[in-house]
T-cell receptor, first 113, second 114 residues
Framework: KNQVEQSPQSLIILEGKNCTLQ??????????LRWYKQDTGRGPVSLTI?????NTKSNGRYTATLDADTKQSSLHITASQLSDSASYIC????FGQGEKLTFGTGTRLTIIP | NAGVTQTPKFQVLKTGQSMTLQCAQD?????MSWYRQDPGMGLRLIHY???????DQGEVPNGYNVSRSTTEDFPLRLLSAAPSQTSVYFC?????????????FGPGTRLTVT
């Protein structure tokens, strides 16, 4: 069964600091891994999508890494801003399963001034 | 482009009532999906569609029906609401590009069943 585990469940950091969120997954055969940002009361918004051949992908201050051997991914946020306060969700997709994505439960990030 | 729109934003139902959650997209996406999001759990797929006239079940389809008569619209019907269907419902759409494509989510419908 495909699974995604994220850590930590929640994180509080000071504005301007960096942080890293973790994602461990089990999926076979692996197709791609996505990171989404979900603001309170809104739908998820895509940050990055990585296939098995990519090990780093950036989107502004967000940098995702992927280690397909250890089945781990991380999302690094640089110079955090108050607007980064949100839930960050890791999602994996398996080849041949199209729309049947497996979602993690998310990391709730709070940035304090 | 409005993207993915959902109505209503909030809804309260009594047990046994039926209703339809509306979802529309104006991006000409072939793929559309319905998810529910519950506290402490990841989003779970209810039903999905890969094109007009084609629908299939996801992980948690019981108690829900869908149809896809047009590319733009993908309504979700609750046949007889139960308290276990209290959740936040998200509709998403995407354009297929082999195995790597981006999903766009609507703003969600918060449903409470009493």
């Amino acid at each position: 069964k495909n699974q995604v585990e994220q850590s930590p469940q929640s994180l509080i950091i000071l504005e301007g600091k960096n942080c890293t969120l973790q994602c461990n997954y089990t999926v076979s055969p692996f197709s791609n891994l996505r990171w989404y940002k979900q603001d309170t009361g809104r739908g998820p918004v895509s940050l990055t999508i990585m296939t098995f051949s990519e090990n780093t992908k950036s989107n502004g201050r967000y940098t995702a890494t992927l280690d397909a051997d250890t089945k781990q991914s991380s999302l690094h946020i640089t110079a955090s801003q108050l607007s980064d306060s949100a839930s960050y969700i890791c999602v994996v997709s398996a080849f041949g399963q199209g729309e049947k994505l497996t979602f993690g439960t998310g990391t709730r990030l709070t940035i304090i001034p | 482009n409005a993207g993915v729109t959902q109505t209503p934003k909030f809804q309260v139902l009594k047990t046994g009532q039926s209703m339809t959650l509306q979802c529309a997209q104006d991006m000409n996406h072939e793929y559309m999906s319905w998810y529910r999001q519950d506290p402490g759990m990841g989003l779970r797929l209810i039903h999905y569609s890969v094109g007009a006239g084609i629908t299939d079940q996801g992980e948690v389809p019981n108690g829900y029906n869908v149809s896809r008569s047009t590319t733009e619209d993908f309504p979700l019907r609750l046949l007889s609401a139960a308290p276990s269907q209290t959740s936040v419902y998200f509709c998403a759409s995407s354009h297929p590009d082999r195995e790597s494509y981006e999903q766009y989510f609507g703003p969600g419908t918060r449903l409470t069943v009493t």
